[in-house]
């Protein structure tokens, strides 16, 4: 069987497990390959200055944890880059761009899931940006779907907040799996009521499914879809 393949691009470690971690964990069982791509570092803009050798253990640790989180998702790898975290807007658009046609060629993916355009996080703006620019819909290209995800602390903490999914995953058997995935994340989860605790993104899980009469669920804006 041909399995189809989804390609996960996001900006930061923890950004893939917020944004569609049950989804992912759901549409393995079903039958996908996943891959994730990590453009950025992570946590080297909570220094005034980029210090990449203060921060070498931590970011050796958390490209461990992004591999153990990914792993209980089902993801087959993980892919990184190391753009300077929170500092984007500092490289070249197009570097970024090209980075991601890089692994987009080298997975093919059919399915793309990314940030979404108007998050607070520059460094998820630009990769939003980036996807689309790497995704244009040629007819060689192997991407037929592309979603925005909602990232908490990120998407609602952006104003004005306008995000409007338009497609729901009932993730009721993969909630767990999410949960379970984001605490890995040892320094990047928190406790309640901040927006990255275990809590919170239960909360936001229900309130998703309530809007559509599920127990849980994940939401997207869908970029593109083409059939």
């Given amino acids: 069987m041909n399995r189809k393949k989804i390609l996960l691009i ?12 049950a989804t ?10 996943a891959y994730t791509l990590l453009l950025g570092e992570g946590i080297t803009s909570r220094d005034r200055k980029r210090n990449i050798r203060k921060r070498k253990n931590e970011l050796i640790l958390l490209k461990q944890q992004a591999i153990q989180a990914n792993k209980m998702l089902g993801i087959e790898e993980v892919f990184f880059y190391d753009f300077p975290d929170n500092r984007f807007d ?17 997975i093919k993916p059919s399915l793309v899931f990314t940030h979404y355009k108007r998050d607070l996080n520059i460094d998820h703006r630009i990769t939003y940006k980036a996807v689309i ?22 998407t609602e903490w952006s104003y004005p907040n306008i995000f409007c999914p338009n497609i729901y995953f009932d993730i009721s058997k993969t909630i767990n799996k999410k949960i379970e995935a984001m605490k890995v994340y040892k320094n990047e989860v928190k ?12 909360i936001l899980a229900k309130k998703r499914g309530c809007e559509v009469g599920l127990e849980y669920a994940e939401v997207f804006e869908c970029i593109r879809l083409i059939r």
Avoid: M
Wanted: overall charge negative.
């Fill in 10 to 21: 996001f900006a930061h470690p923890d950004d893939e497990v917020l944004g569609c971690g």
């Fill in 24 to 33: 992912v964990a759901r549409l393995v069982k079903e039958g996908y390959k």
């Fill in 90 to 106: 500092t490289v070249p658009f197009l570097e970024i761009v090209k980075v991601i046609e890089e692994f987009k060629n080298k």
């Fill in 133 to 154: 620019t790497a995704c244009r819909p040629t007819k060689e290209d192997s991407v037929r779907e592309i979603y925005s995800c909602e990232i908490l602390s990120s």
């Fill in 191 to 202: 406790e309640w009521p901040h927006p990255r605790s275990p809590q919170a993104i239960e």
